[in-house]
């Protein structure tokens, strides 16, 4: 058998300016779900997140607190190393723009796009907004009390200053090509458009490096000058996999499967980020996704608003399944969406315990009390139950994680859970024991196998309490992958006593 093709998924690398935040988790935990489905369906997998360190941003962070930028970000980089943990990532690496090895990838990177004469040097002039480390044209700016904003609301001040050029307005018609050849490369299609329009509308040449600050990399053979953060930036894609050197274990990895980032930024991993890595001769990724911003109880999240929302306190509060679960089950994935504390508890009440738990902890509890503890016999005729509203569930999953159609995905899970359980209330197995005992063990087994399936294909959202569910239900650890799904349990297996998956939040406060 041909080994499938390796799948590499990235997040961004988060700034270290701040504390990491919803918006951080809910990214990587988007990404963490697709990495552990494809590991599922028994493809190789790199899932690679980390922290961006360099910049203007960075190291006005670090002059406010006092530090030297080294020691700070070395502190706020292990929060987000820390996040991984807390929110149950299940990332291959972890990368830092301060390492030695990025260092060296930028600086071949800078030097083959030098070769190719792709980069030149010149002077900026124009507006630039530190809290987005963005270039910003007159035209995209408005004005409030004599100061000038850019569309993502950062003030933008005036920068003058030698730098050196990438000569992005000779890779417009290249780029346009590529969105033409790749439809699906960026995601959602709503988004494809803005960045067509944009680039349609014609690219100027990028500044690529600062001579008003030192806190990056030094731009080989100029060293006054230090590359901009971006193209520093998105390089931590290629140097995890090996960059500059082509023959690195990893670097059959690239390109990418998948850049999952905000909206904030696509603008920089659809447009800049392929162009370099064209102009450097190599291959662009092969999508990238948008996803939508949270907002808070209907307010921008921001610290100035003091409304920004821990993702440790939430997991410590609520478990970190449900709030896995609901970041993905609540919002359209690549809609923007609201956080709301009463809309998780009413997913994690209603959905998870009383829809999921229950049905769980009632079949369970039955085979117990029934069935001497012991998985039933499938009915001999076949199932219309299964085959009608389960057997299908596998592939139409897939599908929708496989385009980042989380929500859908789920929705189809729990369209089946509501099924399963109006199925237990029409046979009613509870009173079949005296009546028709082997219709009994045939509903229970059904639902046994139903469970199956659930927990195996939610297991990449909640590994944990599946995992749980998984050992309640007897299921072998080595026969909890996709192709396992296809070899029904033996007959007869003993089965611990159920326990419940997850716990009700009773007085909501
Ligand atoms: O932009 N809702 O880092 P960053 C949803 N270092 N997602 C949110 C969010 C919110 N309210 N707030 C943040 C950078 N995010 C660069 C990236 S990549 C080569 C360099 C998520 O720390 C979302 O994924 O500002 C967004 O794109 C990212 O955090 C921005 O993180």
Redesign the pocket.
């Known amino acids: 058998m041909k080994a499938p093709m390796p799948v590499y998924l990235t ?5 270290v ?2 504390r990491p ?4 988790a ?2 990587s935990i988007a990404t963490d779900v697709l990495a552990r489905w494809h590991r599922l369906a028994g493809r190789e997998v790199y899932f690679l997140t980390g922290t ?1 360190e360099h910049g203007q941003k960075v190291e006005k962070a670090a002059r406010d607190a006092g530090e030297d930028p080294q020691a700070f970000t070395d502190r706020v980089s292990q929060a987000f190393r820390d996040l991984c943990g807390t929110m149950g990532l299940s990332n291959d690496g972890f990368i830092r723009t301060t390492e030695p090895r990025h260092r060296a990838a930028c600086q071949a990177l800078w030097n083959e796009l030098a070769r190719r004469g792709e980069i030149y040097l010149g002077d900026y002039e124009g507006w630039y907004a530190v809290r987005d ?1 963005a270039f910003y044209g007159p035209d995209e700016l408005t004005e409030r009390d004599g100061v000038k904003y850019a569309p993502s609301g950062a003030p933008v001040e005036w920068v003058r200053e030698p730098s050196y050029f990438f000569r992005l307005s000779a890779w417009s018609e290249k780029l346009l090509a590529y969105y033409e050849a790749n439809p699906d490369f960026i995601q959602p299609a709503s988004r494809r458009n803005e960045v067509l329009a944009f680039v349609r509308g014609g690219l100027s040449d990028l500044s690529v490096s600062r001579t008003s600050f030192r806190w990056g990399v030094p731009v080989p053979g100029d060293p006054e000058h230090v590359m901009y953060v ?1 193209l520093d ?2 390089t ?2 290629i140097t995890a996999m090996g960059y500059p050197d082509e023959k690195a274990e990893l670097w059959r990895f690239w390109p990418a499967d998948l850049h ?6 696509l603008r ?2 659809a447009i800049y980020w392929p162009a370099f890595l064209m102009a450097a001769g190599l291959q662009p990724p092969r999508r990238v996704f948008a ?5 808070n109880e209907g307010q921008k ?1 921001s610290k100035s608003v003091g409304n920004v929302i821990d993702p440790l306190a939430l997991v410590e509060e609520f478990g970190l399944d449900p709030v896995r679960y609901f970041l993905l089950r609540e919002v359209p994935f690549g809609q923007d969406g609201d956080f709301s504390r009463k809309a998780l508890i009413n997913r994690l009440n209603g959905e998870l315990a009383d829809a999921l738990g229950n049905l769980a902890n009632r079949t369970l509890s039955l085979i117990q009390r029934n069935c001497e503890g012991r998985l039933p016999a499938l009915a001999p005729g076949g199932d219309a139950f299964l085959d009608g509203v389960i057997a299908p569930l596998p592939a139409a999953t897939g599908a929708r994680i496989e385009a980042q159609q989380f929500h859908l995905a789920l929705e189809g899970v729990f369209e089946a859970v509501r099924e399963a359980n109006a199925h237990i209330t029409r046979e009613a197995p509870w009173a079949l024991k005296k009546t028709d005992p082997a219709r009994m063990a045939a509903v229970l087994r059904s639902l046994h196998e139903a469970l199956r399936v659930f927990a195996i294909l939610l297991t990449p959202y909640m590994p944990g309490s599946m995992g749980r569910l998984l050992d309640q239900l007897g299921v072998p650890e080595d026969a909890r992958d996709l192709a396992a799904l296809a070899r029904p349990m033996p007959d007869g297996v003993a089965l611990p006593p159920p326990a419940p998956l997850f716990q009700k939040i009773q007085n909501p406060a």
């Open positions: 997040t961004p690398i988060y700034y300016n701040d935040h919803i918006g951080h809910y990214t961006d480390e971006w930036a998105l931590n894609y999952m980032v905000g909206k904030d930024i920089f991993h996803h939508g911003w949270w907002t999240i």
